[in-house]
């Protein structure tokens, strides 16, 4: 079984950054895609950012410039970094890793984003 655990959601004004963290732990053995999802009130969950495991990144188009995503494979720890935040930023971030054939999902961490 894999644990995420994920941190750096917050409150934060329009124009300012977060970097959120998604640390993975239990039983890992090769971590794929590793990706950034969230989910504003009464939306859809989204895709934000995602990774590869060779280092190839897609992103969302309302993010492009903004946002980057990266990861430590030592540490089994996936970043984002979000610059010139803006109110419809404001969602809870997901974490998402690819282990073998398995999804695996965090709790979320709530980023808020102050006009």
């Known amino acids: 079984q894999v644990q995420l655990v994920e941190s750096g959601g917050g409150l934060v004004q329009a124009g300012g950054s977060l970097r959120l963290s998604c640390a993975a732990s239990g039983s890992i053995f090769s971590i794929n895609a590793m990706g950034w999802y969230r989910q504003a009130p009464g939306k859809q969950r989204e895709l934000v950012a995602a990774i590869t495991s060779g280092g190839s990144t897609n992103y969302a188009d309302s993010v492009k410039g903004r946002f980057t995503i990266s990861r430590d494979n030592a540490k089994n720890t996936v970043y984002l970094q979000m610059n010139s935040l803006k109110p419809e930023d404001t969602a809870v971030y997901y974490c998402?890793?690819?282990?073998?054939?398995?999804?695996?999902w965090g709790k979320g961490t709530l980023v808020t984003v102050s006009s």
């Open positions: 998402k890793i690819q282990e073998g054939r398995m999804d695996y």
